[in-house]
């Protein structure tokens, strides 16, 4: 389970607890849920939560932008703003705070992963940031720089006159323990010893001197010092007499130079190898960088889109405009969480969920992350739920949630007169109870293609019970489902005189609602109608 800590400030309680649930599920841990500001900032101090999910709009003295500014000057936690308004003013007031994402309600579960795991991750970034900042100042104030002169014999030997003090805490030795060392080139690295002496070489030739190598100090370790030295020329003696110099210890900063070359090249890894899309853009959304995931999802290489402004390489023509102003908020300080569909070289269209990540320098966007994560699995997925919502699992046509959603909309439209078929299929028990369900479902299968082709295309053909189906007809006189149903018995009939295993009958009852009335009084009419002609069914 994940150790992520997670403070809601959330004053309607059942989003707060219906938030708390997808949190959990997702493996997160909420630490606690808060109704206002004041409490929130509180809870924050206490708890010490890992990330802050903020209702924008929280009634009380504070609204949940002036707390976040507050939790993020005082406890420097992550905050991500959950609202139910997207408009300009809600979101030029949260880029003062800062926050690190943005949620409209309502938003699912996944929405709601990504946008945690990148504001931690961004978090993680600018913490790193501060501390390498903080490091190098402290290496610029505590650097130790020392001094020396070097006299040059005629053998082109040297003797150190004298060095500043800084050099023997460098090396740990005192003044004695380095005088009694024969050769200077005895503190040097043993891998260095060769620069050291190239060092004298160009030094002997007259020649400044400017390099780095490194020395061992007397516990043993190892400091990086970079050496600025001149030599000094006596005319009369044709020969070069002394050497002045200074040097740094840069050991630190060699140290934090590797790091930070570390860190970029495992971000140049994560970037690379995302398994989402990314592009690198420059404050103008011009393309500087794409990986390998952007690559496959928009079928590009980088020579042929870098400096190519992104928004006319992958955005469709009718959404451009969204596009620039998504842009426009990003170039602002902005951080954008939106769904959209964008088109990859081919021309295909591709829905993603987009994250417009600004690159703040002096606080200004110096550059953007812009990431794209396919989404078309999931549309699917709730394409397919959309259509279980609305349609039976075992014929296909509608469900009776469907049917009734329609009977309700139908009530109050202009689409009077209304034609109702109720009907059912006769002997469905029998044929179940003899010849298994199996049969039976093969049976309400074929009744199912039998209603669905002989009515209309803009019908509504539903099953609405085990055996039961009911059809509207809109704008269908008493005439015209007269001629409808003609066709119906005739398809009927045209199956049965084919090869099938079973007979289809059914039981069929019309009504026309005529304008005014009302269509549930019709509905029970029309199973009136359809009870009375399965009577006479089982009479013949």
């Not at 989003?15 to 493996?27: F, P, Q, S, V, Y």
């Not at 849920?33 to 929280?58: F, H, K, N, Y």
């Not at 740094?248 to 994560?270: C, G, P, S, V």
């Not at 039981?507 to 006479?536: C, P, R």
């Given at each position: 389970?994940?150790?992520?800590?997670?403070?809601?400030?959330?004053?309607?309680?059942?989003?707060?607890?219906?938030?708390?649930?997808?949190?959990?599920?997702?493996?997160?841990?909420?630490?606690?849920?808060?109704?206002?500001?004041?409490?929130?900032?509180?809870?924050?101090?206490?708890?010490?939560?890992?990330?802050?999910?903020?209702?924008?709009?929280?009634?009380?003295?504070?609204?949940?932008?002036?707390?976040a500014e507050q939790i993020r000057a005082q406890f420097d936690l992550p905050v991500i703003f959950t609202t139910a308004h997207?408009?300009?003013?809600?979101?030029?007031?949260?880029?003062?705070?800062?926050?690190?994402?943005?949620?409209?309600?309502?938003?699912?579960?996944?929405?709601?992963?990504?946008?945690?795991?990148?504001?931690?991750?961004?978090?993680?970034?600018?913490?790193?940031?501060?501390?390498?900042?903080?490091?190098?100042?402290?290496?610029?104030?505590?650097?130790?720089?020392?001094?020396?002169?070097?006299?040059?014999?005629?053998?082109?030997?040297?003797?150190?006159?004298?060095?500043?003090?800084?050099?023997?805490?460098?090396?740990?030795?005192?003044?004695?323990?380095?005088?009694?060392?024969?050769?200077?080139?005895?503190?040097?690295?043993?891998?260095?010893?060769?620069?050291?002496?190239?060092?004298?070489?160009?030094?002997?030739?007259?020649?400044?001197?400017?390099?780095?190598?490194?020395?061992?100090?007397?516990?043993?370790?190892?400091?990086?010092?970079?050496?600025?030295?001149?030599?000094?020329?006596?005319?009369?003696?044709?020969?070069?007499?002394?050497?002045?110099?200074?040097?740094?210890?840069?050991?630190?900063?060699?140290?934090?130079?590797?790091?930070?070359?570390?860190?970029?090249?495992?971000?140049?890894?994560?970037?690379?190898?995302?398994?989402?899309?990314?592009?690198?853009?420059?404050?103008?959304?011009?393309?500087?960088?794409?990986?390998?995931?952007?690559?496959?999802?928009?079928?590009?290489?980088?020579?042929?889109?870098?400096?190519?402004?992104?928004?006319?390489?992958?955005?469709?023509?009718?959404?451009?405009?969204?596009?620039?102003?998504?842009?426009?908020?990003?170039?602002?300080?902005?951080?954008?969480?939106?769904?959209?569909?964008?088109?990859?070289?081919?021309?295909?269209?591709?829905?993603?969920?987009?994250?417009?990540?600004?690159?703040?320098?002096?606080?200004?966007?110096?550059?953007?992350?812009?990431?794209?994560?396919?989404?078309?699995?999931?549309?699917?997925?709730?394409?397919?739920?959309?259509?279980?919502?609305?349609?039976?699992?075992?014929?296909?046509?509608?469900?009776?949630?469907?049917?009734?959603?329609?009977?309700?909309?139908?009530?109050?439209?202009?689409?009077?007169?209304?034609?109702?078929?109720?009907?059912?299929?006769?002997?469905?028990?029998?044929?179940?109870?003899?010849?298994?369900?199996?049969?039976?479902d093969e049976l309400l299968r074929d009744a199912a293609r039998v209603l669905r082709d002989a009515f209309r295309g803009e019908?509504?053909?539903?099953?609405?019970?085990?055996?039961?189906?009911?059809?509207?007809?809109?704008?269908?006189?008493?005439?015209?489902?007269?001629?409808?149903?003609?066709?119906?018995?005739?398809?009927?009939?045209?199956?049965?005189?084919?090869?099938?295993?079973?007979?289809?009958?059914?039981?069929?009852?019309?009504?026309?609602?005529?304008?005014?009335?009302?269509?549930?009084?019709?509905?029970?009419?029309?199973?009136?109608?359809?009870?009375?002609?399965?009577?006479?069914?089982?009479?013949?």
């Open positions: 389970m994940s150790t992520t800590r997670i403070l809601i400030v959330e004053d309607e309680m059942v989003a707060a607890k219906i938030l708390e649930l997808r949190l959990t599920r997702l493996g997160y841990t909420p630490v606690g849920i808060v109704p206002s500001g004041e409490q929130a900032i509180e809870t924050a101090r206490t708890l010490q939560p890992d990330l802050v999910l903020m209702d924008i709009d929280l009634s009380g003295a504070l609204d949940g932008v002036q707390a997207s408009d300009a003013e809600t979101l030029e007031r949260a880029k003062i705070t800062e926050a690190f994402g943005y949620l409209v309600k309502p938003f699912d579960p996944r929405d709601l992963h990504n946008a945690i795991e990148i504001g931690l991750y961004k978090h993680t970034i600018e913490r790193r940031l501060k501390e390498s900042e903080e490091r190098y100042r402290l290496i610029s104030e505590l650097t130790s720089d020392f001094a020396y002169s070097v006299r040059v014999d005629a053998t082109g030997r040297g003797t150190t006159e004298w060095v500043t003090d800084a050099f023997y805490s460098i090396l740990g030795y005192t003044q004695d323990e380095l005088n009694a060392h024969r050769s200077f080139l005895s503190f040097v690295h043993p891998d260095d010893q060769t620069i050291f002496r190239e060092r004298w070489k160009t030094l002997g030739a007259g020649e400044n001197y400017v390099g780095e190598y490194r020395l061992v100090t007397k516990r043993g370790e190892t400091r990086w010092l970079r050496d600025y030295a001149r030599p000094v020329w006596d005319a009369a003696a044709q020969r070069i007499i002394r050497v002045h110099g200074a040097a740094q210890d840069i050991t630190e900063r060699k140290h934090t130079a590797e790091e930070i070359a570390l860190q970029r090249a495992r971000f140049q890894q994560l970037f690379e190898n995302a398994p989402i899309a990314i592009a690198l853009l420059d404050a103008q959304d011009r393309i500087t960088s794409i990986n390998h995931a952007f690559a496959d999802l928009f079928q590009y290489v980088l020579a042929e889109c870098a400096g190519r402004a992104i928004n006319e390489l992958i955005v469709p023509p009718n959404l451009f405009a969204e596009a620039e102003r998504l842009s426009h908020n990003v170039t602002h300080g902005i951080r954008v969480d939106q769904e959209s569909v964008r088109q990859r070289k081919d021309g295909t269209r591709v829905p993603v969920q987009m994250y417009g990540v600004p690159i703040l320098t002096d606080s200004q966007t110096s550059g953007i992350f812009a990431i794209y994560v396919d989404i078309s699995e999931r549309k699917q997925r709730e394409q397919h739920l959309e259509y279980l919502s609305t349609h039976d699992a075992l014929t296909g046509l509608y469900n009776r949630a469907y049917f009734e959603t329609e009977v309700a909309r139908l009530e109050h439209s202009r689409s009077f007169p209304v034609s109702i078929v109720m009907g059912d299929v006769d002997g469905l028990k029998q044929t179940n109870d003899s010849r298994g369900h199996s049969v039976g019908d509504i053909v539903a099953r609405i019970g085990g055996d039961e189906f009911a059809i509207l007809l809109p704008a269908t006189d008493a005439a015209q489902i007269q001629q409808i149903m003609l066709r119906v018995r005739q398809a009927i009939q045209a199956y049965n005189a084919s090869a099938h295993a079973l007979p289809l009958s059914f039981s069929l009852g019309v009504v026309t609602a005529e304008q005014g009335a009302a269509l549930s009084q019709a509905l029970i009419e029309a199973d009136t109608a359809m009870y009375q002609e399965k009577a006479a069914h089982h009479q013949a």
